[in-house]
Structures are given as C-alpha cells and as structure tokens.
C-alpha cells in the first residue's frame, strides 16, 4: 500500500517538475537582456538570482529524489519470488514421490500390442 502511494506521489512530483521547467524562461535571455537588449543592470535580470519558480523547482526535485530513494528501498525489501516458474517449481517439489506413483495407474500386459 505505501509503495504505490509513493508511486503516484513520485509521479505527480516527476509530472510538476517537467511542467516547471518548461515554464520557464532560461538564464540566457536574461543575461542576452543585460548586455544591452533590456533595462535591466544586472546579470541575472531584474527579478534577483532566483524566483518562485526557480524555488518550486528546487523544492520538487528535492522531493523527487525523495521519492526515488525511497521507493528503491523499498523494492529491496520485497525479495519474493514473483514468476510464474518459481511459483511451479516450488509447489512441484512439495508434492511427495510416493502419492505420484500411487495415483498413476499400471498398465496390463494385455493392452501392449504383440508384434508378428
């Protein structure tokens, strides 16, 4: 149960990340803006070093990471045998020799065709 809500929040926080960072105008037009093309005086334009979507963003990959870590410390812990053939093979061998001859019929002579 805590695995797959981890699951949808890491998801949901991959989705918001993606989202954030294509919203975004990159520091290069800021900075294209500074050395001439705008009226800002500064390097990283007139809004400071970082806004809230810089912020946002740090903040949801801070969670990513989260997410990430936990969810592959979980998956070690869930070391069951999880195909289908290991499942055969064990219920295979708990399954007693002698009950499997018992259980077989043994043919008769007479059903044996005779060659000529």
Avoid: C, W
């Avoid at 990513?64 to 812990?77: D, E, G, M, R, V």
């Avoid at 195909?83 to 064990?90: F, M, P």
């Avoid at 295979?92 to 499997?100: F, G, L, M, Q």
């Amino acid at each position: 149960m805590l695995h797959n809500v981890l699951l949808v929040i890491h998801l949901l926080v991959a989705v918001g990340v993606v989202a954030l960072v294509l919203i975004q105008q990159g520091k290069g037009a800021d900075a294209g803006a500074a050395f001439g093309g705008g009226a800002s005086s500064t390097v990283f334009g007139s809004q400071g070093s970082s806004s809230f979507l810089t912020r946002a963003t740090g903040i949801l990959a801070t969670i990513f990471f989260i997410t990430s870590l936990s969810l592959a410390y979980l998956s070690i812990q869930n070391v069951e045998p999880t195909s289908v053939v290991d499942t055969v093979i064990e219920q295979k061998i708990d399954v007693p020799v002698a009950a499997e001859r018992e259980s077989i019929p043994a043919k008769s002579t007479s059903d044996v065709p005779v060659s000529d």
